[in-house]
């Protein structure tokens, strides 16, 4: 008996130990609490655009984040129309990707992520469309398609500054609004198509790739909601 109760005293020390150290632990947290940010943006959402971002404050009136997109038009009945395609040999995809980093100053009114910032950011944007038939043939002309590949692929590299603000709600929730960025962005246009066919007997190949670049005033503006921890 005096053994189970030793134990069982060891038991309750060793209980109130461990929740000491998870309150301290907590409380630390709270001290350092908002440090890092998980955003994700709503209105990319209506044509296809699922953003998450994430942001590490650097220090109480500085930050640096990354956000990455995945992008999918929401096109009516494009899927509809992909499965058929897919259904008598037709091969497509279509989608496309987007990463931004940018770093940003705040105003010291308040420490943490809240208030108005202001600092540079740069961008990526690519997306494509491309369609595949392999061996399908047409008897009515004596003829087939060995090969066609042909597609396009768009992409947007940009920099500049961005402007904005962003609220602290209940030291957990921020609103991030990017109302305004200003910079110049470099556009890449891809349009290809390349393939065999053969018809009566005789087979013949095509390549032709054209290219386009320009620069352009590059515009940035945001909104997004967020959990702080």
Known sequence: MPFNYSLTRKNQLTMKKITILFILLIFCQFLMAQKNIIKFSPFGLSYGKYNLQ???MLTDYSSASI????????????????????DIGIGTSFGGAAV????????????????????????????????????LSYPLYDGSVDHLKTGFYGSRTGLGVKLGAQWLLWNCITIDWNFFGLGADYYSLKVYSEGTITESGKTYSNQDVEKTQFFWPGINSDFSISYAF
């Open 54 to 56: 994430y942001e590490r």
């Open 67 to 86: 956000s990455c997109s995945y992008i999918h038009p929401n096109i009516p009945n494009l899927d509809m129309l992909t499965d058929y395609l897919d």
């Open 100 to 135: 931004e980093l940018d770093y940003r100053l705040y105003s010291k009114n308040k420490p943490g992520p809240q208030g108005f910032y202001i600092g540079p950011y740069i961008r990526y944007t690519g997306i494509g469309m491309s369609v595949q038939i392999d061996d």
